[in-house]
């Protein structure tokens, strides 16, 4: 029965550090994606912008033709 008092100590020694380097793997692939989200939600803003700004010049040059 002595023998197994430290089993405990030795799983955990073992176990903590894998499930923390799991946390961090996991967190770095959340930040990753929402950094990726973020690009792309960046992306259809400017274009947005870019169609309005498109519009107006064709509304300026529809104008000018008349």
């Known amino acids: 029965m002595r023998k197994w008092k430290g089993s405990y100590t030795v799983e955990a020694a073992v176990i903590v550090p894998i499930m923390i380097w799991m946390m961090a793997a996991v967190m770095c692939m959340g930040i990753t ?20 700004e498109d519009f107006y010049k064709y509304q300026a040059v529809k104008e000018v033709v008349k």
């Open 33 to 52: 994606l929402v950094k990726d989200v973020q690009m792309q939600d960046e992306h259809k803003c400017v274009e947005t912008m870019w169609e309005v």
